[in-house]
């Protein structure tokens, strides 16, 4: 048993020392490193901005589609810019939407196998590309004044539970999370309520007043602006 593992190891790194493999992992570093500079240097010229989420296969013309477009619009003319992967769906829907009047335009693309490729909505001078998904993440977060979740899948559900963690435990500031989409995210929201929360109490009744769900543009607005009527905008940490 242990010649096994043995030959599967030399197996495994057949073609390299170990010299190689250590020199590899520390140009490693180096590219995460350009990618955090980047983000870093490009987002911080933007101003305040809401990231915008939810599946890249939700066709134009859709019901969220639409109500994507009509959401960015409304955030950039309240003075917000606004942030997505980058990507098609709903993401292209809100580049797309905050565009349209003149509005910042974020994309923070990732290369993918499938799904993946910048929309044609994106300000030229604001496109990021990133190879790393945690760089990426971390740049969602920190300069999002608020978060608003259409209906998407492990991605943006992942997106989701990152912020609401980082928020519990006040690794962030508090900022605003909007679920659009009752139809789509109730389930989920009365499963928290009645399973995590007062089933098993494995969350508090604070937690659960960090989400607003609606199906209405101008309610998800709303709640940011009332947010920041009472909060200073700035970076979450």
Same mark, same amino acid.
């Given at each position: ?30 590219? *995460? ?31 969220? =589609? ?5 959401? $960015?619009?409304?955030?950039? #003319? ?15 829907? $809100? ?32 496109? *990021?590309?990133?190879? =790393? ?11 999002? %004044? ?23 435990? %006040? ?12 139809? =789509? ?42 947010? =920041?009527? #009472? ?7």
């Amino acid at each position: 048993m242990v010649k096994e593992i043995k030959d599967k190891i030399e197996e495994a790194f057949e073609d390299k020392r170990w010299s190689e493999i250590k020199a590899e992992s520390s140009w490693q570093i180096f590219k *995460i490193m350009s990618e955090f500079v980047e983000g870093f240097d490009k987002l911080n010229k933007i101003g305040p901005c809401v990231t915008m989420f939810g599946s890249a296969r939700t066709a134009e013309g859709t019901q969220y =589609y639409d109500l994507a477009v009509d959401i $960015a619009h409304r955030l950039t #003319k309240a003075g917000y810019g606004v942030i997505t992967g980058g990507g098609p769906g709903i993401m292209e829907a $809100a580049n797309k939407g905050a565009q349209q009047d003149g509005g910042k335009s974020v994309g923070l693309n990732i290369d993918l196998p499938f799904e993946q490729h910048p929309n044609a909505y994106i300000d030229a001078d604001k496109l *990021i590309n990133f190879n =790393y998904f945690f760089v990426r993440k971390v740049m969602f977060v920190k300069y999002a %004044q608020g978060f608003i979740v259409l209906p998407g899948g492990f991605g943006t559900m992942d997106e989701l539970f990152e912020a609401l963690t980082l928020i519990q435990t %006040q690794k962030i500031g508090k900022f605003p999370i909007v679920l659009v989409g009752i139809d =789509y995210w109730g389930g989920l929201i009365k499963w928290m309520e009645d399973t995590v929360l007062t089933g098993y109490n494995n969350v508090g009744p604070d937690d659960m007043k960090l989400l607003l769900l609606t199906d209405s543009a101008e309610d998800a607005v709303q709640h940011i602006n009332k947010f =920041y009527g #009472k909060y200073l905008l700035s970076p979450n940490f």
